[in-house]
């Protein structure tokens, strides 16, 4: 049998490095590529361009590689011990941005009787530099729209945070935490009928039309790659809800999210403060079905939205939509309250999961905002919201700057709570 030598890589990206590698590796024996899933990807980096079975597709016919297998994890470490590779070959670059990684594989080479070749860096190029050059490019309607999908499948739960305009939208893109050697980032965009409706100094009830939200929203497609979560209100009336439909996807829209509400909708956040009604699970099913019936790709979803604990009903009401909703066709429940204490949400999830284990769960904690992501994530939920905060924090700073302005007659006190002019300036890609 011949000796083997073992890659792993992403392989979103063909660069020459990966083909030097390839090269150097093949000297050595039978080249087995392990390539990472979407889900080894997943809490490292953005998703891959391209889906496992494309990249599969493309590696599996360089000249060189014998075999392609699957790593299921960012680290290679199990995918070491099942095959028991002869050899590991990997770019020296490593020893500066990966030093766990390297550490972690010269041990479990050393445990299968391996060895580790190291070989120098292709100067200059790079799959990170090129992710760069990704984002540039941009996305297509079709591969943003399919992310959302991909995102769910992958991750234990995907994080969403409220845009508004294309400035909110380029924070969600770009922002990025490294908190124990993970990448931290939002995976995608939640377009909220609250702040599109506030920011134009309109009520949250659905007085601002598609076309209307439209047109912001394409200012956050136009600098932004990250999937949208559209806030579709209750959906109005059947005959015009199966047009929205087909303009969001048309728009590389991942999802619609409608509640089952009826008549002159208010924000949930009100609760039973104001009138709010709840539709039949008869005529809201009816609704969800024509969506699921006008929609024309099979990635787009739309996602019920069950206002029970908002409008005052009871936990059996809330599983008996969620049920009927999802018999219906949708793609996904999401579950809303203003409890404070997020037991409701709790136990509803818990419920839920009793008995449908695959369908997601949207949830929006804006009044249980001390439960934290994992947590969540242990309840079942699949989606994560955070719905209003950048408009939510706009606001107090601008309102900040306006008063003091006006306190000082000037604008030198004011200056120190803006950024510098020089970071405004330069804060958008060709500017200069
Ligand atoms: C929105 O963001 O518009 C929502 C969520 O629908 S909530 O405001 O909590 O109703
Ligand atoms: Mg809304």
Redesign the pocket.
């Known amino acids: 049998m011949n000796q083997t030598i073992y890659i792993g890589m992403i392989a979103d990206i063909i660069h020459p490095g990966l083909i030097n590698i390839i090269r150097e590796a093949a000297k050595y024996g039978d080249v087995l590529v392990g390539l990472l899933t979407d889900q080894a990807v997943a809490e490292h980096k953005r998703l891959p361009y391209m889906s496992y079975e494309q990249r599969k597709e493309v590696v599996e016919n360089i000249k060189g590689v014998t075999k392609v297998l699957p790593q299921e994890e960012w680290s290679y470490v199990n995918n070491l011990r099942k095959y028991k590779p002869n050899f590991i070959i990997h770019g020296d670059d490593w020893k500066t941005h990966d030093a766990k990684l390297r550490e972690d594989i010269f041990e479990v080479m050393k445990e299968i009787g391996g060895e580790v070749i190291e070989i120098p860096y292709t100067q200059g190029i790079n799959s990170s530099s090129l992710n760069k050059d990704i984002i540039a490019i941009g996305t297509t309607p079709d591969i943003r729209l399919k992310s959302l999908r991909r995102l769910i499948a992958a991750k234990s739960i995907v994080r969403v945070l409220?845009a508004h305009s294309g400035l909110s939208g380029l924070i969600i893109e770009n922002v990025e935490v490294i908190r124990n050697d993970r990448r931290l980032a939002f995976d995608a965009m939640?377009s909220?009928?609250?702040?599109d409706s506030t920011s134009k100094g309109k009520p949250?009830i659905e007085a601002v039309d598609l076309t209307t939200r439209l047109q912001d929203l394409n200012n956050v497609l136009e600098c932004t790659t990250k999937p949208i979560i559209f806030?579709g209100d209750t959906g109005g009336k059947i005959e015009h809800f199966v047009f929205t439909v087909r303009t969001l996807e048309r728009h590389g829209i991942s999802a619609v999210i409608i509640e089952d509400k009826t008549g002159l909708k208010k924000?949930?956040?009100f609760g039973t403060d104001v009138v709010q009604t709840q539709d039949s699970i008869e005529d809201f099913c009816a609704k969800i079905k024509a969506g699921k019936n006008a929609q024309v790709t099979s990635d787009f979803m739309i996602i019920a939205r069950i206002e029970s604990l908002i409008c005052g009903k009871d936990m059996t009401d809330a599983l008996e939509r969620a049920e009927a909703y999802v018999a219906a066709g949708a793609d996904s429940i999401m579950i809303?309250s203003k409890n404070k204490t997020g037991e409701d949400i709790k136990t509803f999830c818990l419920e839920f999961r009793k008995k449908n284990t695959v369908i997601p769960i949207v949830v929006?904690p804006?009044t249980f905002h001390h439960i934290t992501e994992d947590e969540l994530q242990q309840w079942g939920a699949s989606i994560v919201i955070y719905?209003?905060h950048m408009l939510r924090a706009s606001y107090p700073a601008m309102l900040k700057v306006a008063t003091t302005i006006l306190e000082h007659q000037r604008a030198s006190e004011a200056d120190k709570l803006c950024m510098p002019v020089k970071e405004i300036l330069e804060l958008i890609p060709g500017t200069k």
């Open positions: 409220e939640w909220s009928s609250l702040t949250d806030d924000n949930s956040l809303h929006v804006t719905a209003n």
